[in-house]
């Protein structure tokens, strides 16, 4: 029998980031547009599926059609993303996720890609961004390429956590530094030969410059590959099933209470290339 390979209708949300993808719940779990779908991601960045109702082994049968799920987290291949303590045990951590970041940038090969799928969202805030890093490297001027280029970030746990509480105690501190930190380059050079900005919360210093001109130069670019231009904000609906390129794009939620309820039901999809 032949398969119907009827052509995914997309809709584009901005310029270079966000894509609405309308396709049937069996087109997805046939994984017959697995490539298109893979495609979509690296080129637009972020990409969702509104009201598909589908239940958790549905969530992680998409998945798989797509790459290799990390196990390693949650219970079946979900995880629960949540502020209160009662559903996620960290919790705390989590609050981390307010401000700009890309996840596993501690990790030898970080995620490809995360699915999220909406639950239960908060009355006020809780939207996510989303920031495009390719294209922000792509705009960058000439002079700043070349600076750059061969720069290379330490990034750690500890650092991201000074956003969550910036007066640690010296046991928080020690507990934090436990996490081995890592060097990344500046700009990811992917197989693909396309280039990336590579910063986020973790970003704690630039090898090699003083301390000052290090913390300027990665918020100068932060706030520069955060501009709205490269910008897609989802504003939720309960059932949406969103997915973002992890090595190309820089997301945070936006802030929203800790009892507000809000329940996102996430799946990792493995990194396929490394990061050193
Ligand atoms: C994450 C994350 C943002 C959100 O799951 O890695 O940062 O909006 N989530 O819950
Ligand atoms: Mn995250």
């Known amino acids: 029998m032949e398969l119907s390979t009827t052509p995914l209708e997309i809709a584009d949300c901005t310029t270079v980031i966000g894509s609405e993808i309308r396709a049937d719940l069996q087109t997805l779990l046939s994984g017959r547009q697995a490539e298109t779908i893979r495609a979509a991601l690296e080129r637009r960045g972020v990409i969702f ?26 219970e079946g291949g979900i995880y629960k993303i949540s502020l209160d303590q009662s559903v996620n045990q960290r919790a705390e951590y989590l609050k981390g996720s307010m401000f700009w970041h890309f996840d596993g940038s501690l990790q030898p090969y970080p995620n490809l890609a995360t699915l999220l799928r909406a639950i239960k969202l908060s009355n ?3 939207q996510t961004e989303f920031c495009n890093t390719y294209a922000a490297y792509e705009d960058l001027p000439d002079a700043d390429k070349a600076a750059i280029a061969d720069l290379r970030v330490v990034h750690s746990a500890e650092r991201s956590q000074y956003y969550v509480r910036p007066e640690m105690s010296y046991e928080e501190i020690c507990f934090w530094q436990k996490s081995p930190t890592k060097a990344c380059p500046m700009v990811w050079t992917h197989q693909s030969g396309r280039k990336s900005l590579l910063l986020g919360a973790t970003a704690d210093y630039v090898l090699g410059l003083p301390t000052e001109e290090s913390r300027a130069l990665l918020a100068r670019l932060r706030d520069w590959a955060t501009q709205p231009r490269y910008v897609y904000r989802h504003e939720w609906q309960v059932g949406d099933l969103l997915m973002w390129d992890n090595t190309g794009t820089m997301h945070r939620a936006l802030p929203y209470a800790a009892d507000s309820g809000r329940l996102m039901h996430r799946t990792v999809l493995a990194g396929e290339e490394p990061l050193h």
């Open 49 to 74: 599926f509104r009201g598909l109702q589908i239940n958790d082994e549905q969530q992680v049968a998409i998945a798989k059609t797509l790459g290799s799920i990390v196990q390693n987290e949650g």
């Open 124 to 126: 006020a805030g809780g």
